[in-house]
């Protein structure tokens, strides 16, 4: 029997969208036994009885700590198309995290320059003329705050490794459960990022779609910021 870790928000004969719960890492690698990509292909593989290895093309990734949508492809043509949107900026992505303290501004935009530090699995913020670094933009919009925290929306404007967990730090408020980028905090597997809207052109129909989904059950401790665990009520 599969066993059902990802939940399908949406499939056909080129993607499978599904929510990704936190403490899953994308792609299997050392020391990692199960991904959304071994699981994509154990469901397909399961679901239409299909021998031997399945096609599942990863387009983007999410952090392990990191819950929310993700488009998988279920061809290369897919794949090709869905990377490429992704490279030039064209799918929409928003991100709701919690974060330590309370966030000063209601809304604006966040510019870093950042180097990512492969040894330490680490992203600095670095100035504009050290060799290496790359521009991270961010756009966010203050949503609630209470009990030292604030729930915001983001909306990235670049694709940068760890960026907003790092441009967010770098602002004196780390994610909440982030202790990599300086949370106080534990959070089980989970950092509170979440992408709760993910929006591209279908890569076959060439139609706009948009995929949702609210944050994991271990969310409810941040009930008092009135964070919607349930969309239908949002």
């Known amino acids: 029997m599969h066993e059902q870790i990802c939940t399908v928000l949406y499939e056909d004969n080129h993607l499978l969208v599904v929510a990704k719960p936190p403490g899953l890492a994308t792609l299997t690698g050392t020391g990692t036994h199960s991904s959304v990509h071994r699981w994509a292909q154990a469901y397909l593989r399961h679901k239409y009885g299909k021998p031997g290895r399945v096609y599942v093309g990863l387009v983007h990734r999410l952090d392990k700590p990191v819950s929310g949508v993700m488009v998988l492809a279920r061809t290369s043509k897919a794949a090709r198309r869905l990377t490429e949107q992704f490279r030039t900026g064209k799918v929409k ?66 694709g940068r490794t760890h960026q907003l967990r790092a441009q967010l730090a770098d602002r004196g408020h780390p994610i909440y459960g982030d202790r990599k980028y300086g949370s106080r905090h534990g959070f089980g597997p989970a ?27 271990i969310w409810r401790c941040f009930s008092h910021l009135g964070i919607p665990l349930d969309l239908d009520q949002d």
């Open 93 to 158: 992505k928003i991100y709701w995290a919690v974060v330590e303290g309370i966030f000063p501004d209601q809304r604006g935009t966040l510019q870093h320059w950042l180097q990512k530090d492969k040894q330490r699995g680490y992203v600095r913020v670095e100035s504009e003329d050290r060799a290496g670094s790359r521009l991270a933009l961010l756009y966010y919009e203050r949503k609630a705050v209470g009990r030292g925290l604030s729930w915001l929306e983001l909306r990235p404007q670049t």
């Open 191 to 217: 950092i509170a990022l979440h992408a709760y809207s993910l929006a591209f052109e279908h890569p076959v129909r060439h139609e706009q779609v948009v995929f949702v989904t609210a944050p994991p059950a």
